[in-house]
């Protein structure tokens, strides 16, 4: 038990996907077992790691022993912990999909191609992971940096894991965007580390002063943040890097990767940066949120692709995490704001995720994914039908949901700072939701006349997508235990209860 | 967690669950469809009964869960949510029969009765809500959960109906959450109470509590079918006959009813309703529904799209009797709640004997059809006599108290109000009366069933003969302690603590 | 790279340009005016690392920052490089070179001269690391100049074309690299903290796993797509075809 | 500062950066923008090297180098990456650049 409680747990949500990354690489024929069992390994530890952060509040590991400001510091705080537990959840689920996905039973095109994704999927993912888990770890901005890079070029890879053109032209223009994004991101880190000699962020929250300094290595880091996280008007290379992607790859990208980039904007605004931040700044991300949302929600009730219809929900749903910037600028209700945006990520990770796999077999049966077309397709796979349908309802925020619950802390935040505003573009994103959700679901109940000729899909593939759908729709009702792991270490102080209990302030 | 806490959560599940399942058999298992719809149903019916009991004898049944720091899905039971509880679980369990025979070998029964039954659930949640955020909760899930069944058919206008059904009902679940989240920064969580608990804060925010219950209202009127938000009502009726019955007897329509009346009384408090003047208003509201809803039901031939719009108008006495201050007239508007869902279901279920049997749906094809079906007919006789308001049925019952309600508040122009749509119910009822029973068949039936050992198969026949029943039962024995409308004083008494 | 067509895209001058020109203009005043604002002279973390340098088991302190204080961004920068020749792999297949035409004499004859000197200057660089600039990345650059050098003359692509070996190469650096790290936790330290007696052999055993694979790795991007091997082709044949058509 | 080494060659990194962002913007041709990125990367670790040389003591400050080293190394892998993927895309659309077709909707 000891043990259990002592481990350094944070470090091995690194080393294992690492090490699996390797192994994948080199037995290529034992992949899928390894990178499901990776993934098991790291929800366990991450598990492992939550219960630590419970317990004792928030841990920071000095890696090399050094500590700040000569070496990297590990911390692990409530917020670093959800994530570590985003990911690791949605991991595990695509994992066991992946595994059935790229088997090659369900090759869709020829058998070389299939195996040819199988070979690299399961170490790119891997590489992913430790990417993903080593970033939300960070609380050193230059680590933060590799870490982004890591992230960005299994992206990148995987995006074009597809092979076909849209997917090859795709990746390229995300590898660009990324890399750009990266580029302002280091010249940040640089300009910070030669005004104040150090990339930790605890130390630099302390010593960052308002001036031009800090002034233009938040404008570029932002910048560059809001690029890789597709927040409008940076979202354009969103929506075909992640509907031509296979569809374990696009539920990992629009679930976990984007929020990657975004957790950093979240660590700079509201910690390193908290003293430089003002008011008109903030309300610039928050009107881009609401472009976001509208425009996103436009396209996905114009597109007819499925899957882009689920990519350009990704880019409107980006778009209420930004509401967070105005939103807590108010320090009344800066916490409640904090809790739903945190929520809001979660929620949308697992209904996204589930979204994506279900929109996958709807493909994988049809070989399409024309929205038109899918009339047959959803009855023959009531399953998957039932995931989407369950995802949407997260997604449009309808309760008993995740979704519900971290709109109703953002809108209890949004109506009690008397932002009316934000509260009112809610609402509208809401109905907008609904549109795009039931634009697909209609299909379930058209009747037809003839049996389409279908592929059949796997059970695994059918639960794995309803299971993750099924888990945004109880967040709704477990909301209480990720609040109070959130509560650990907040850089939001939670101004009284009182924001939380409501009253007007 | 006692047995209290347990039964209201079975109440819950006993239909909850059934629907779950419901989802997994496989399409062609109808004898376990079947018992199981049966087992829940009746389960249902028994448990509630078992409740009745209990509330009757001031016990209060309550559940809670803690979903976020002051925010809690609280289940209880009190007299009002048992009226709607009990009216529910009964017309369910009639209902579901009627459903059983009337979708025999028609395709995706499965889905139909999982969502069925998760409907009903959802309408149970509703009444046993002890809040407004678990109101709110339930409120959508029926929604969702009616969507499917107003889409069943899949044709493009059925699919149409649904549409516009979710675009009204979502927009009007997105202004109760507005005005929820509003009222719950303003005053906290409020839960429901005999009285209300808003007293205090109507005296502070007097303006923000009035334009919260503005949207309240709003929210809610796009279910109660309040003009102008009604739209949604007459198309919905492309569904198939039981949907209907859900739709305007049942679940949805009553659920915005419901709601209003919760608001009036158990949140804001009748009084403090009275002292924001927002009585009045709603009042208004009201009668002009009623008016509206039966003038245009006059020029419907389409049957059940005239039965549609007369739920337009019948729903509003509810809404109407909430808004006059006074334990009488109250006493009028919720047994209306009971009333109105009998003899409305009376109506839908005949009004689907008819089409099924003789495929008969227009009124212009209803002469003669009394002779065809008499049974039918005859309940369909009791429930329409009901709704115009003949002595001694049920629908006199409301009225009466309705408007000695109005004259004890000194509301006379509400007498004017029953008076014409008494008048236009009759003008657009009796007609089809008249036709039915004193008219002779002209031509063959539009598309006529071979003819069984009765007019139409029993499982058909049953439930609208049982409702009726009900209907002139709730008449005749109006005085009897158990009787809605001895309920209902039990409700009045207490929220105007008599 | 086969990209006949003309790299002058002067593209005319449109609105579009003058507002990207201008924002890039303003950016540049932007960080103009930061960086102006800079304090003149500061010492970093000068101090602190000349003082730990004892304990970093190098005397020359960038290797020692590299290493040893940051020595977690290596690790991951490692994992990077393998990424990159992971990704280049997934998406593309090593175009057979135009191998025919045998490569001139005076080549050949220059690799074989110069090969030897590159080890040694291989294994220079990488000892001097420790003292002076030089270590792991100078020499994976030189040794894979070296393989590429080995490729052009038309030799080495048999040892390429052993996958197996190549891709075990590939990853001993990471290997290696986790492996120190794990030991380091086994005897109770922290991730990476090197017991300082042994800091100088455990980095330059790092170092050498390393330099092959950045070697390796290098030689890989040069190559610029995964081995014909036994190794999945089929990627859209299609495009491939085209390529070769273009080329 | 008064205009010395470091501030000079600082000042040229963020000559650099602009420069090279401005070509990213401005061309089509992919081999252009991959180049555009190399300036660019060029220009942020010459602006460190120039901070590390602030130091007065007896060495520069050692930690911007390793940012560089590490720095080079991942912009390497990039434009590694960067230029097969261009290579593919010529192979599949013809051109070495980006189509600018819409989402494909």
Redesign the interface.
Known sequence: MTFLETAPWMIWTVLLPLCAGICTFLFQRAAPWLGVAAALGNALAVAALAAQVLRGGSLRYPVGGWGVPLGIDLRADGLSTLMLAMSAVIGVAVSVYAARYFSDEDAEDDLEAQRHKRAYFWPLWMFLLAGLNGLFLSADIFHLYVTLELLGFSAVSLAALAGQRAALVAAMRYLLVSLLGSLCFLFGVALLYAAYATVDVTTLAGLAKAGPITWTALGLMTGGLLMKSAVFPLHFWLPPAHANAPAPVSALLSALVVKASFYILLRLWFELFRGVVTLPAANFLGLLGAAAILWGSFQALRVRRLKLLVAYSTVAQLGYLCLLFPLAQNAGVAFTAWSGCIYFMLAHACAKAAMFLAAGNMAHAAGHDRIAGLDGITQALPLSVTAFMLAGISLIGLPPSGGFIAKWMLLKAAIASGQWGWALLMLAGSLLAAGYVMRVLRHAFTQVDKALPLHRVPRTMEWTAAGLAVLAVLLGLMAARPLALLRIGAPVADAAVAAVEGGPR | MNLDHWLLVFILLSSFTTGLII?FLDEEAHRLRTFLNLLGASLKVILVGAMIAGVHSNHVYESR???????D?VLRADAMSVLFVALSSVLWLVTTLYAVGYLEGAPHRS?FFGFFSICVSATTGVALSGNLITF??FY??LT?STY?LV?????EK??KA??NY?IYT??G??LL??AT??L??????VEFSLGGKLGQAALE?GTELTIIFALLIAGLGVKAALVPLHGWLPQAMVAPAPVSALLHAVAVVKAGAFGIVRVVYDLYGVRTAQYLGVLPPLAAVAAFTIVYGSARALFQDDLKRRLAFSTVSQVSFIVLGTAIFGPVAALGGLVHLVHQGLMKITLFFCAGNLAEALGVHKVSEMAGVGKRMPWTMAAFTIGALGMIGVPPLAGFVSKWYLGTGAVLAGDYWVLAVLAVSSALNAAYLLPILHAAWFQEQQGPWPREETRGRWETRGMLLLPPLITAGLVLGAGLLANAPFSPLGWVRLISDREYGL | MSAPEPMADHARFTPARLVTLLLVVALAAALGWAVWSLPANSPGLTGQSLEQLPRSGVSNPVTAAVLNYRGYDTLLEIAVLLLAVLGVWSVAKAEPRADDAPASPVLTAFVRLALPVIILVVGYLLWIGSFAPGGAFQAGAVLAGGGVLLLLSGGGRAALAQEGWLRIGLVLGLAVFIAVAVGTMAVGGKLLEYPPQHAGTLILLIESAALISIALTLVALFVGGRPPGRSHRGLSEAGERKDSDES | MSLEPALFYALAGVGLFAIGLHALFAYAHLLRKILALNVMSGGVFLFLIAIASRSAGPVPDPVPHAMVLTGIVVSVCATGLALVLANRVQATTGKMQLPDEGDGA
């Not at chain 2, 869960?65 to 925010?71: N, S």
Request: zero cysteines; charged letters at 10%; aromatic letters at 4%.
């Open positions: 989802f869960l803690t979903l976020l720091p002051g925010l899905l889905r709110l909760i959508e899930l969702l499917p889409a069943h058919r899949g044709t059925a699919l649904g549409r979710l979502l927009s679940g997105a959450l507005l989240v509003w719950h920064t303003l005053a906290g969580p925010h």
